[in-house]
């Protein structure tokens, strides 16, 4: 269940997509939540320089790995713009991160990119508890899925 923290969190990420769309990096924004509350870091997405392993949730699991201890890692929550793909799933399962709340699933950015004629991508999508089995998961809120989709078709057509 979404309250209205995790929504005001989520919004933020999706600031930080526009962030990204508007650098020509895709669309998706993260961010850490420590268990008092406090935003302890927070990245969009940065693949247009060509390395296509700079996915924000990613970029946490690196950033708690080397800040945070095991047991804040555990009580912290990552927020999303997008869910994490396998690849930032299994970062966040090796570093023992905590509850995941994403804005729109992997399922609804599938379908947003088909439409648009995009070809699939290199790696599976997958759910985040197919990799992660044990993950805390929570998404998408629909509320925010027609504003994540112009991101995504801003950034495949410039429209
Ligand atoms: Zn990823």
Redesign the pocket.
Known sequence: MLDGTDLRHLRRCVELARTAVDAGDEPFGSLLVDASGAVRFEDHNHVAGGDSTR?P??AIARWSAAHLSPGERAAATVYTSGE??P??AAAHGWVGLGRIVYASSSEQLGTWLAALGVPAPPVSTLPITAVVPGARVDGPAPGLADEIHALHRRFRTGD
Do not use: Q, V, W
Request: charge should be negative; aromatic fraction near 14%; proline fraction near 0%.
């Open positions: 996915h949730e990613f994490h793909c690849m930032c």
